[in-house]
DNA sequence: TAAAAATTAAGGTTTTTTCCGATTGTTCTT
DNA sequence: AAGAACAATCGGAAAAAACCTTAATTTTTA
């Protein structure tokens, strides 16, 4: 069953959680299999940054909500400072919105903390040895260039005018309000803001904020 | 230092979380213990309630954020079959609004997730010794209503149903959702809605939806 | 006990959201 | 250059949701 690697050298993983007490309770469960040791933890995104290449580890297991420079931040630039950097996105925001930007912006796998203690060994051995690991049904993206320099990641499927759209709605403005503003008509703002839900695998306007907020496109 | 209670009889705990993940950890991290042991465990909080009837713990520790009923009226249920029911809540949500709600509801003691396992423990101890354990820095559970003060506590404006219906609403529930799990009409879900937005000030969703993130009601 | 607040509900209005189809440009490819 | 693909624009129609006002009943409070 787990004769994977127990002979071999285990897999080495860096938490990142905000909450010690969480990261503590992964640690135990991590530790508790023969093939996988945790060889480091960080509190945010700036010392996991720091951490990795001091240790090294082959796989990061991160939650995206962190103080700083927050999760997805923190993913693109372990991928800016080494390309072949395994993450494991583990977290609470499983809609599929979260998990699209997560793997757009350079994680190798997505699991929702509603999953079971299996699946998460499971993740990591997967990730760990190269593969990718996401829990979603049907992948709602083939790939729409993984740029990633840019802005914001999954934001890059709008175009320039949904964007705009986008980041109106976000700040919580009427389609009317913005409708006037843009010299269009409401039927326009419709449509633009149909595309983006679709795009965007959004279902209503509080999704719609959150969003904006943890990609920094509105203060909170 | 520990020589509490390792020879009397533990401390019986039963773990209310929605993340299975969680609750290994923190099962793990409290059966480390000499003192203390998991005999429970429950995703939400109908169950939680129905199991504690049967094992009778000593100490419940639950997340505030579930689904179904919510960490709240998980609390006030538990109370309502046990008053002398010892719950220890143990959650992301560390703001002063929150404490508050939770002691009020019937809580012995409230906890953040960003706090160190040894503080864990500590509560767990000190709750099950009958003590309550606030780690706020001032006892806010002299005065049920110290608001007046501005900013801060503003939801405690706030009736105990309305910051229900708030957090529901926060979240991007439907009304129709939200009317369905509390079985109430949706024209009662409207009343709320309105008087949840004349009290705090707010316009539309999308501002009630900033304001409890920033408030630490949800996660971002 | 009387007043105030909370919780429930309903009727009606406005706004948002979705599902269609359609036109006009621009860009890219063959 | 012709065709395909996409972006941006508008409109109709209908469902869903949000929003506003009033009001009855219960609970809490003073």
Redesign the pocket.
Known sequence: MNATASSAEPITVMLVDDHPVVRDGYRRLLDSTDDIRVIAEAGDGESACALYAKRAPRVVILDLSMPGIGGLETIRRLRAKDPAARILVFTMHDSQAMVQRTLLAGAAGHLSKSRCIQQMVAAVRAVAAGKRYVETVEPPVSEPAPDGDGEPAALS??????F??FCL?AEG?????I?RQ??????????????I??KLV?????E?VRLAISCGVIPV
């Open positions: 499927a709008l175009s320039k005018r949904e705009q759209l709605l403005r009427s389609v009317q309000d409708a843009l010299s269009i008509s409401i039927k326009t703002v419709g449509t633009h803001h149909a595309a839900m679709r959004l279902h209503n306007r509080t719609l």
